[in-house]
């Protein structure tokens, strides 16, 4: 099972360059978030989306924005990139069985991104 | 701001010893999961853990919640080199949209032979 897939790995942008980063999971979850892991802050929720063709902000979701293209798939687009974004960009899905009885969350391996 | 914290920061302890992490939290929860990150990979779900529930185990783990307190513990048992992790509790809070997890910055457990 490949579960949650991010591409790319590594990308190193310029400064005001812009990029997309690809998530795609294969458990059949509504759910999907994307998270930025800065060092000592744990992880951060940049967005999310409940359910195909819906999105939400979270904590940080400026100079973000993103697209739900199907239920498999979650893309987050840095339009342009900023020193600010360097990071670790993790994406993750979880199911949601019922009302409040959301389970765990599934990561990808994430992307390291450096803008310079 | 984050949701949970935990504490100590970081943790060293040797093979066979127990390792105790807290996390104490802002607001009030439906869940609360405890994940492990090796270096350079992705998170990874260990337990989760309901507002109404108190205790939870699997395997070397244990979790206790105290939602008077707002706090949660994780225990883990007989440590072993493996072991050797960042570990998250993340919540998932009741004034916020079902499913969106609050990550605390994390314990740095370090198990040496």
């Known amino acids: 099972n490949a579960g949650v897939t991010q591409t790319p790995k590594f990308q190193v942008l310029k400064t005001g360059q812009s990029m997309t980063l690809q998530c795609a999971q294969d458990?059949?979850?509504?759910?999907m978030y994307w998270y930025r892991q800065d060092p000592g802050m744990g992880l951060r929720l940049i967005y999310y989306?409940?359910?195909?063709?819906?999105?939400d902000k979270g904590e940080v979701p400026n100079g973000y924005n993103v697209s739900r293209l199907n239920k498999r798939e979650f893309s987050l687009r840095l339009e342009s990139a900023a020193p600010s974004q360097t990071s670790v960009y993790f994406c993750?899905?979880?199911?949601?069985?019922?009302?409040?009885?959301?389970?765990?969350?599934?990561f990808g391996q994430g992307t390291r991104l450096t803008v310079v | 701001s984050q949701q949970g914290e935990e504490d100590p920061q970081a943790l060293s302890i040797q093979e066979g010893e127990n390792a105790t992490m807290n996390c104490s939290y802002k607001?009030?929860?439906?869940?609360l999961q405890w994940y492990r990150q090796n270096s350079g990979r992705g998170l990874v779900h260990l337990i989760l853990?309901?507002?109404?529930?108190r205790e939870k185990h699997s395997g070397r783990l244990r979790v206790t919640l105290d939602t008077s307190k707002k706090s949660s513990s994780l225990l883990i048992t007989a440590s072993r080199a493996a072991d050797t992790a960042s570990y998250f509790c993340?919540?998932?809070?009741?004034?916020?949209?079902?499913?969106?997890?609050?990550f605390g910055a994390g314990t740095q457990v370090v198990v040496t032979p």
């Open positions: 607001t009030s929860i439906n869940n």
């Open positions: 993750a899905s979880s199911d949601d069985r019922g009302f409040a009885i959301y389970t765990e969350a599934f």
């Open positions: 853990i309901r507002s109404n529930e």
């Open positions: 989306s409940a359910s195909e063709g819906t999105t």
């Open positions: 458990m059949n979850h509504n759910s």
């Open positions: 993340a919540t998932d809070r009741t004034t916020d949209s079902w499913g969106k997890l609050q």
